[in-house]
């Protein structure tokens, strides 16, 4: 088995950040769990005990500089963690990196099972869980979420660089490494939730401190995002999980050309019900 860390940031963010523990920590152990919280004002939750934990300075400025102060900051300490761990996972803490459970196979069994030679990184491929807002109630926190979710919405924004195999800086946001291009792992997926309940992003659009760090042009495309594709019709994950493997893996927009596209593709699947009950 390779030895994997995983290593995240997070501000005001328990409700993830304990779904996040619970699911790495039981996968590769809350020993090898790395969590920064951003500012000295956070108070580290009792949930977190075993992982890593560190108080450090609020990140200031407006969102692009504060979320590139805050990935300089997670690339200098995941760059560290190269001198004991094989790889190391990077996410924010709504994001999640699932094997498919046809599989058989633990997200380490897995990971451990990639040939690294001549790779910086693996990707999962980007699945966007949205809030279906003709089918969907609003989500009841004390349940499992994607026991209440069952649509998708492929997204290469969050097919990321999540998996560092080289101690490379990290993009903002773990959406691309400073070096080597995107690896697209069959069978392997990256779930985020942030527009997993509109409710959600309706009531941190009226903090006024997100506000006033510039998060509500940020907040107000999730929302714009979750009434558009609520609307889109519901193709076939088997048939469009492929697709949107090959298509992310060949196409990258003329403005990035080191990050995948989907070719304007607006694609909702309805997950299979094997991945209920996962996180």
């Known amino acids: 088995m390779k030895r994997i860390a995983a290593i995240t940031m997070v501000r005001n963010g328990d409700f993830f950040l304990s779904r996040w523990v619970q699911y790495y920590g039981s996968r590769i152990g809350k020993e090898n769990l790395y969590i920064l919280f951003d500012g000295t004002d956070q108070i580290i939750p009792l949930f977190t005990d075993g992982c890593n934990t560190e108080l450090i300075?609020?990140?200031?400025?407006?969102v692009r500089d504060a979320d590139k102060g805050?990935?300089?900051?997670?690339?200098?300490?995941?760059?560290?963690?190269?001198?004991?761990?094989?790889?190391?996972?990077?996410?924010?803490?709504?994001?999640?990196?699932?094997?498919?459970?046809?599989?058989?196979?633990?997200?380490?069994?897995?990971?451990?099972?990639?040939?690294?030679?001549?790779?910086?990184?693996?990707s999962g491929l980007g699945c966007d869980v949205i809030h279906n807002l003709n089918c969907e109630k609003p989500l009841d926190h004390s349940k499992g979420?994607?026991?209440?979710?069952?649509?998708?919405?492929?997204?290469?924004?969050?097919?990321?660089?999540?998996?560092?195999c080289k101690p490379v800086p990290?993009?903002?946001?773990?959406?691309?490494?400073?070096?080597?291009?995107?690896?697209?792992?069959?069978?392997?997926?990256?779930?985020?939730?942030?527009?997993?309940?509109?409710?959600?992003?309706?009531?941190?659009?009226?903090?006024?401190?997100?506000?006033?760090?510039?998060?509500?042009r940020h907040l107000n495309k999730r929302i714009k995002l979750i009434h558009t594709v609520s609307g889109?019709?519901?193709?076939?994950?088997?048939?469009?999980?492929?697709?949107?493997?090959?298509?992310?893996?060949?196409?990258?927009?003329?403005?990035?050309?080191?990050?995948?596209?989907?070719?304007?593709?607006?694609?909702?699947v309805k997950r299979p019900e094997r991945f209920s009950g996962i996180v």
């Open 232 to 268: 889109l019709p519901v193709r076939e994950w088997d048939k469009w999980i492929p697709k949107a493997r090959l298509i992310q893996t060949v196409c990258r927009p003329p403005y990035m050309l080191n990050k995948p596209a989907m070719l304007g593709l607006k694609i909702l």
């Open 70 to 122: 805050r990935i300089a900051i997670i690339s200098a300490r995941t760059a560290k963690l190269f001198d004991r761990y094989d790889m190391v996972i990077g996410t924010d803490v709504d994001e999640f990196l699932i094997v498919d459970p046809a599989l058989g196979v633990s997200l380490q069994e897995f990971l451990s099972g990639l040939d690294t030679k001549g790779r910086i990184s693996f």
């Open 145 to 164: 979420m994607l026991e209440q979710r069952s649509f998708v919405y492929l997204s290469s924004r969050y097919t990321k660089t999540t998996v560092l």
């Open 170 to 216: 990290w993009g903002s946001g773990f959406h691309r490494t400073k070096r080597g291009n995107y690896c697209i792992v069959k069978d392997l997926y990256l779930f985020h939730f942030g527009c997993a309940n509109l409710s959600d992003n309706d009531r941190k659009n009226l903090d006024e401190d997100l506000q006033a760090r510039g998060w509500g």
């Open 57 to 62: 300075p609020r990140t200031e400025g407006p």
